[in-house]
């Protein structure tokens, strides 16, 4: 860590919070949330932005402390939910730091690790633990949805969607766009990029009507956190990429890379726990995670990661047989392995 650093976060800890004094010489980089440098500092951790901001009075920050704010109001509502969602508090929010140059985000830190830690070692879980862990994932899922909010996409400085809507209309143009982003990439042939196209496609008007809520946006097991010793979930984090969208985008991202059947079994008990899953929920999951699927696949093959690639095209392809079932023979392809490398035993 270097000296100067160390020191200009330990005076901006120190001036936007309780703590009197602080170790420079501790201070460390912390790997959280890719978007951020994320230092522990003390009882804290200070979030800055690695790029430069298009609109330094409105970034993925900005957007982290509203989601973070909505749900500390909602967590005090005890009588109405009955369910305080463990996430970091946000404690001061510096647009242009003097010293720093970017912007930057004091949260109070959160203990444990990345539940995928937990779930890529054998035998970690047992089945009470799984049940206990895939409660409190659904349920805080479903906390994040109780906040409805108007438009579509990411949060604006408005505190709505940046898109006004519907939602289909917005999801239509991301689906269309993501096609167009993926043909030539290599990660499949392209007239099979495009027979998927057209499915999704076809199937847009599922979207109809689609409620709008405050979603995650990347509800995946290295944003939820767990303490080892006894399994119990101890921060829901990053909600930079914050929005307002379906539900359904979190429950199918979440299904999409939930590895563990029983999990998710857990998971869906947890959610409707709170509230109910949204109409057709298993038809419009595979929509979804057709789509979302393809997308992890590239990230994947960019990466020259065969087996978390493969992984994602089975199950993509998978979800999109649900719907048409000629997609189940390019499924078995790609079905040489359980789970992404990444999670590997």
């Not at 298009?54 to 970034?59: E, F, I, S, V």
């Not at 989601?67 to 009955?82: G, Q």
């Not at 990439?185 to 999704?200: C, E, H, I, P, Q």
Request: proline share 6%; with cysteine.
């Amino acid at each position: 860590m270097d000296e100067q650093l160390a020191d200009i976060l330990a005076d901006l800890v120190m001036a936007h919070t309780d703590a009197e004094s602080v170790d420079a010489s501790s201070i460390s980089l912390v790997p959280v949330d890719p978007m951020f440098h994320t230092y522990a500092v003390g009882d804290y951790w200070v979030k800055v932005m690695k790029a430069d901001p298009k609109n330094p009075g409105w970034t993925p920050l900005h957007r982290e402390q509203f989601a973070l704010t909505t749900i500390i109001k909602l967590n005090k509502r005890t009588v109405e939910y009955k369910l305080h969602m463990p996430v970091t508090e946000p404690i001061h929010l510096e647009p242009v730091p003097e010293k720093l140059k970017k912007p930057c985000l004091i949260v109070k830190k959160i203990t444990g690790q990345p539940l995928i830690k937990t779930l890529g070692t054998p035998s970690a879980l047992d089945s009470a633990a799984i049940k206990k862990l895939g409660e409190r994932i659904g349920c805080y899922m479903a906390r994040v949805h109780a906040t409805q909010i108007k438009g579509a996409g990411l949060l604006s400085p408005e505190m709505k969607g940046v898109h006004p809507g519907p939602w289909q209309k917005y999801f239509a143009a991301v689906s269309t766009a993501q096609w167009k982003h993926l043909q030539g990439s290599g990660v499949v042939d392209d007239s099979l990029l495009n027979r998927l196209a057209n499915l999704t496609n076809d199937k847009m008007n599922l979207l109809i009507g689609e409620p709008v809520t405050l979603i995650h946006n990347d509800y995946t097991f290295s944003n939820i956190w767990e303490d080892p010793a006894d399994n119990s979930l101890t921060g829901i984090l990053n909600f930079a990429q914050s929005g307002a969208g379906s539900p359904l985008i979190d429950i199918a991202s979440f299904y999409l890379h939930c590895f563990d059947a029983n999990l998710w079994k857990e998971v869906k008990a947890g959610y409707e726990i709170i509230r109910s899953m949204p109409p057709n929920t298993e038809v419009k999951m595979a929509f979804y995670s057709s789509i979302f699927g393809m997308r992890a696949a590239w990230f994947y093959h960019q990466r020259g990661d065969e087996v978390s690639k493969n992984y994602y095209l089975n199950r993509a392809l998978s979800e999109a047989a649900k719907v048409d079932k000629s997609f189940q023979t390019e499924a078995s392809r790609y079905g040489g392995s359980n789970k992404p490398s990444y999670a590997a035993d």
